[in-house]
């Protein structure tokens, strides 16, 4: 029952900036990894970014040195700050989060996704 809500999408210019955030909520005990994934039309889901408990980062090559990933911890929440947006950044991203519910049950969690648009 855990759930993940974005928000943040929206419009924005070539060399814009976006900030998305991911709101978890539930019985949850520990949240292990998030991530961010996106998927254009007529593309597949691709991972845009992850990071772990540990504070390990992983980055697409397309983002590197533009996106960066975070987490607050007090807050269960995650954020990815879009910088240098292109118009191949167009698509609609997806909150991702796995951990441990209270009860001890292993739960991989998707959000309902935030369109972001940039225009050229």
């Known amino acids: 029952q855990v759930q993940l809500v974005e928000s943040g999408g929206g419009l924005a210019q070539a060399g814009g900036s976006l900030r998305l955030s991911c709101a978890v909520s539930g019985s949850i005990f520990s949240t292990n990894s998030m991530g961010w994934y996106r998927q254009a039309p007529g593309k597949q889901r691709e991972l845009v970014a992850r990071?772990?408990?540990?504070?390990?980062?992983n980055y697409a090559d397309s983002v590197k040195g533009r996106f960066t990933i975070s987490r607050d911890y007090a807050k269960n929440t995650g954020y990815l700050q879009m910088n240098s947006l292109k118009p191949e950044d167009t698509a609609v991203y997806y909150c991702?989060?796995?951990?441990?519910?209270?009860?001890?049950?292993?739960?991989?969690?998707w959000g309902q996704g935030t369109q972001v648009t940039v225009s050229s």
């Open positions: 990071i772990t408990g540990g504070g390990s980062t």
């Open positions: 991702n989060a796995h951990g441990f519910d209270v009860s001890g049950s292993y739960y991989d969690s």
